[in-house]
Each structure stands twice: as C-alpha cells, then as structure tokens.
C-alpha cells in the first residue's frame, strides 16, 4: 500500500525554524530517493530538497544553506529540517519519490511564514 503522511507543519515568524517529517511506505522508501516538494496558492509544485538512497542531496538555489533534508531508513522517514524561514516559503510540502515522482501524493502539511 502506498503511504506519504507528512507532518511538522505550521504558523512561523520570519527567521524561525520548523522540521517536517514524512513516514513512507517501506516499498516506496527502501530503495528510493525521496524529495521535497512545495506548492504555494497560485504557483506550480516544484522541488525544494532531495536526498538519493546512498544520501547524495540536492537542493532548489532558494534554500540553499537554510535547508537540509536527511533520512533515516529504519524508520522510513524523511525529514526537512527548515531554519531562516522567509515569507516567500509559505506553502504546502509534500513529500514523494525522488528524482521522479509518483503518481499519489500525500495531504501534505501547510507552512506559513508571517509576522
């Protein structure tokens, strides 16, 4: 069964921190790469972060040196952790397969960055 729940979503100021988690389906997790991804009102869903199963991560330029995605396999869990958060990182992160997506996708959860 395919399973993306993300989590760790929510209300920030400017310059805060937040960490999102993502617990996959073992079949999805123990041999893929699993990414980041985000989607604000109005814009097209885009990569944020992603991390290869032998840990080789890749990021968007816009949050280069803010981000940093890991993953702990004996957990199926891939988490963000998201530190100087701006404005413009206001939007729902999904999580899923990486560099390719799958066809379903999580609820995802909503992070706002307002003062």
């Known amino acids: 069964q395919v399973q993306l729940v993300e989590s760790g979503g929510g209300l920030v100021q400017p310059g805060g921190s937040l960490t999102l988690s993502c617990k996959a389906s073992?079949?999805?997790?123990?041999?893929?790469?699993m990414g980041w991804y985000r989607q604000a009102p109005g814009k097209q869903r885009e990569l944020v972060a992603g991390?290869?199963?032998?840990?080789?991560?890749n990021y968007a330029d816009s949050v280069k040196g803010r981000f940093t995605i890991s993953r702990d396999n004996a957990k199926n869990t891939v988490y963000l952790q998201m530190n100087s958060l701006k404005p413009e990182d206001t939007a729902v992160y999904y999580c899923?397969?990486?560099?390719?997506?799958?066809?379903?996708w999580g609820q995802g959860t909503q992070v706002t960055v307002s003062s």
């Open positions: 899923n397969r990486y560099p390719s997506t799958l066809g379903y």
């Open positions: 073992r079949i999805i997790f123990s041999i893929n790469g």
């Open positions: 991390i290869t199963s032998g840990r080789v991560t």
